[in-house]
């Protein structure tokens, strides 16, 4: 119960102006007690008449602030929101009505929250240490101050309040960069004898979190050079004969019998698993621990050379059809069902009769694991009075303000807090959750998917070497997909989408080579809008300017051209001016499709105006382009959507003179060199220079005295001292009198 009783008050004489606190009735008697004390004006004139008020209240040792500590009280019918300076015991307070509202009257000026400090049988004090007044016209009148004490029956052993102002927060900088994981900060709000516990959990199942775990791996055959016949300790015997009479297609009505079938290499003189044959299928079986059905990936190296077809992989039990599709294969998993006998065999072959006879293929390992059956993570719950036998570890006892806990594997961290006092112990508080790495940090350098507490340039290339493909549960490169967030930001839990997209690389880009960094951004516009310029070359290619004026409201934009495939297709993309000018990056997973994003913390995201991105286009035949926009997606810095308004597209002079800008690279991925063309838009010195992400020069490709029109460098992956530079992403820049024009490459070794 919430209560408390003036035992003696300080008052001043009658007669004059007072500010006073005036407890209400009863006792303080519950540390949970936050109790409402008035603070009154009283006067012996209502002239002249006053507008706002400065006040400074003190409070004993045996007393705390609560809730709001200080607020503007009912004298005020509208005063503007009054700041609050002060910690510990004292508080100042200045309130001031709104502009041309006066009162003469007595009242409630003031509200003081307080509570007891700690379980005692005795008394605090609220003291108005200090107060002065505002006069609408006139000389305001001196206020008297005074306290008041109030009553506090706490018997020692009393439940503590639960711990207030409970925190944890991502440590950003000064982290050790060799595990790849950061400190996280605790704090709350001490109190006068009371203590706090502290205990941990982890979300779980780094790095898909929400993601169902995979099952337990049973055996992983490798189809190399060299491989032995018997990769699973079966007999040498070759099995079941290939049948050149069944053709190209697939028989359904063909059965395997594990009599028969023993070996998972069928004998071809280069050890693959399988190779276009007459018939174009491939036999393999595996003794399982136990009848049932099992998860089997099958990892595709090399790629069709001359088919778009499918293949088709085949469980006997149920003939349950999968297929891997396309030309370029991602890795493929299924669920098979063994026989009565606990062996799974399986065909793989292709399915379409006009696979030309020249076409192969090969697999270079398959998996067999168990099936995921465990469920998906949940969040921990608040736990009970004994955290521990709910799988929560501790942090330490007895502990103060501020606690920097490091952990030791990367994941999501709740933590849970108890206040004590004696042996009585509070309910917990928990936090809402907390990374201790950096999204965005996927490889230090030698390994993938492992950090070093810094996201540059092997994050990037790692990220963009695998750019919009499509995962698995259990994949290796699940540490990829980090997108979308809980919150919607770099700060939030994961919750994967099994695709490395345009979300995560927006997530990505805001840790990149800037994790506490900040930058500087142009005068925003109004709104946020597009409009496509294209440029006939004198190479007879097509350039295409997606040109930009920006609101700053959108962190990223993924854009989506659309052509006349008849007359021209899709070379490549580089982000423009106005994304590089501002530390932005682009990717374009997809040829036609550009994705930019702005690296690192921002008030603003992108803004101004000039050119967002370039695309380039290669002419194969005559007529026009039709190069338009067909689609925008932006996001802001929580993931949410922005509006952008685009005009589909125009056309420029192709008569007109030559602009001075770096027009691309061919090979881009190149290895070992690549050819960079440029054009000058008048006659004069440039140089023309490779960066690393970094900001080094690399290399001094050309420099000189040029004249106007298009030119072309080698670079041969090498740098000053003629020694190979790393594989990743590179910056191309052309200084002339025109300015600077970048372009970026990729070298892949």
């Not at 006053?50 to 709001?68: A, E, P, R």
């Not at 594990?258 to 698993?273: A, H, Q």
């Not at 076409?359 to 059956?373: C, D, L, N, P, R």
């Not at 921002?602 to 290669?618: D, K, Q």
Request: proline share 6%; charged share 15%; hydrophobic share 40%.
């Amino acid at each position: 119960m919430i209560a408390a009783t003036i035992l003696s008050s300080v008052l001043p004489a009658a007669g004059v102006n007072t500010l006073l606190p005036v407890p209400p009735g009863n006792t303080i008697t519950s540390l949970a007690d936050c109790i409402a004390v008035p603070v009154m004006l009283t006067r012996d004139s209502a002239t002249p008449e006053l507008s706002g008020f400065t006040v400074t209240i003190d409070l004993s040792s045996q007393l705390v602030f609560c809730g709001v500590a200080v607020e503007k009280g009912t004298w005020f019918t509208s005063a503007l929101a009054p700041p609050v300076t002060g910690t510990g015991q004292t508080r100042t307070i200045s309130v001031l009505g709104t502009a041309g509202v006066c009162s003469g009257a007595n009242g409630q000026v003031l509200v003081v929250h307080v509570k007891a400090a700690s379980a005692l049988t005795g008394t605090g004090t609220i003291t108005v240490a200090s107060a002065t007044a505002t006069a609408c016209g006139g000389t305001a009148p001196t206020l008297t101050p005074g306290s008041a004490n109030i009553s506090i029956a706490i018997p020692p052993g009393s439940t503590p309040d639960p711990v207030a102002g409970f925190e944890a927060d991502q440590v950003f900088t000064g982290n050790t960069p060799a595990d790849g994981t950061t400190a996280i900060d605790l704090n709350w709000t001490a109190v006068t004898g009371v203590t706090v516990d502290v205990y941990y959990k982890a979300f779980g199942n780094y790095p898909e979190y929400s993601d169902p775990p995979a099952g337990a791996v049973l055996k992983k055959i490798d189809f190399k050079p060299g491989t032995v016949a018997t990769p699973l300790g079966w007999s040498e015997d070759k099995g079941e004969a290939l049948t050149p009479a069944r053709g190209y297609g697939w028989d359904v009505n063909r059965t395997l019998n594990s009599t028969k079938v023993r070996n998972l290499i069928p004998g071809d003189p280069n050890d693959t698993f399988f190779r276009k044959k007459n018939d174009g299928i491939a036999i393999w079986a595996y003794k399982a621990p136990a009848v049932g059905a099992y998860s089997v990936k099958v990892i595709v190296g090399d790629a069709f050379t001359s088919c778009t077809n499918n293949l088709k992989v085949e469980g006997t039990t149920f003939f349950q059809n999968k297929y891997l599709t396309g030309g370029h294969f991602a890795d493929a998993t299924y669920v098979v069902n063994t026989g009565t006998d606990g062996v799974i065999q399986m065909e793989i072959g292709f399915i379409d009769a006009a696979v030309p006879a020249a076409t192969e293929t090969k697999v270079t390992a398959i998996i067999i694991s168990e099936v995921g059956t465990a469920a998906a993570p949940t969040p921990p719950v608040t736990p009970g009075s004994n955290p521990a036998a709910e799988g929560w570890t501790s942090v330490g006892t007895s502990l103060t303000p501020v606690r920097t806990v490091n952990l030791p594997n990367r994941d999501f961290y709740y933590f849970v807090a108890y206040a004590k006092s004696g042996t009585n112990v509070s309910s917990a508080v928990m936090t809402g959750g907390t990374l201790n790495y950096h999204l965005g940090d996927f490889h230090n350098g030698t390994a993938e998917c492992a950090g070093d507490n810094k996201v540059f340039d092997e994050d990037f290339t790692f990220f963009g070497s695998h750019y919009l493909r499509a995962l698995t549960a259990g994949d290796a490169l699940s540490c990829l997909d980090i997108a979308p967030t809980t919150d919607g930001t770099k700060d939030g839990r994961p919750t994967p989408d099994n695709v490395i997209d345009f979300k995560d690389f927006l997530i990505f880009v805001q840790n990149y080579g800037v994790v506490s960094k900040s930058f500087d951004a142009p005068a925003p516009f109004a709104a946020d809008a597009l409009r496509l310029a294209t440029e006939d070359l004198a190479s007879g290619d097509v350039s295409a300017a997606v040109l930009m004026q920006g609101s700053g409201r959108a962190q990223g934009m993924s854009v989506h051209l659309e052509w006349n495939p008849e007359v021209v297709e899709p070379r490549g993309a580089r982000a423009g001016e106005l994304v590089l000018a501002q530390g932005g990056v682009a990717l374009s997973g997809v040829l036609g499709t550009v994705d930019v994003a702005l690296r690192g913390h921002r008030s603003l995201g992108l803004s101004g105006a000039g050119t967002l991105a370039n695309l380039e286009f290669r002419r194969i035949g005559a007529g026009d382009p039709e190069i338009r926009i067909a689609g925008v997606e932006a996001l802001d810095a929580h993931s949410q959507p922005v509006d952008v308004m685009f005009d589909r597209g125009s056309r420029v002079d192709s008569e007109a003179p030559h602009r001075t800008a770096i027009l691309g690279n061919t090979p881009n991925p190149f290895n070992p060199s690549t050819t960079i063309s440029f054009s000058l838009g008048r006659t004069g010195p440039i140089e023309i220079s490779v960066y690393s992400l970094a900001g080094r020069r690399v290399r001094v490709l050309e420099k000189g005295q040029r004249e106007i029109g298009l030119h072309s460098v080698r670079w041969d992956g090498m740098d000053e001292r003629g020694i190979p530079v790393a594989s990743g992403l590179y910056l191309v820049q052309l200084h002339s009198l025109d300015g600077t024009s970048s372009r970026s490459v990729v070298l892949v070794k």
